[in-house]
């Protein structure tokens, strides 16, 4: 069986191609684990594989309470998604507690 013109990510049943004695071989990146690629796999498709990319963390939100224990957050973007079976993308997002300390926190009326 030859993986020539299928390589997909993750565990798809749809791509296989014909094998030796009549079975199934498969060119998904989960045949690694399953043991049943097809002969060529690893020359076919990690040599396609593309690894996710991200860029960089944008900047820390405002805390979400003035006053208070609240949260920040920042995220960042993909910026080469991951083809092929190649490495997942890391986390996205981030958060952190904080402090509010609006001017108006100690204020009582």
């Known amino acids: 069986g030859s993986c020539r013109h299928r390589c997909c990510p993750g565990r798809n049943n749809a791509c296989w ?25 690893l020359a076919t498709c990690r040599r ?5 990319a991200v ?10 309470s003035p006053c208070g224990v609240g949260s920040r957050a920042r995220s960042r973007q993909v910026t080469v998604p991951p083809r092929h079976g190649g490495d997942p993308c890391p986390d996205l ?17």
């Open 48 to 52: 396609a594989a593309v690894g996710c």
């Open 93 to 109: 997002k981030q958060r952190r507690g904080c402090l509010g300390q609006h001017p108006t926190c100690g204020t009582a009326k």
């Open 17 to 41: 191609a014909p094998g030796a004695r009549r079975a199934r071989c498969y060119c998904d990146s989960y045949c690694q684990r399953t043991g049943d690629c097809c002969q060529d796999y």
């Open 55 to 64: 860029g960089p963390w944008g900047p820390w939100s405002g805390c979400s």
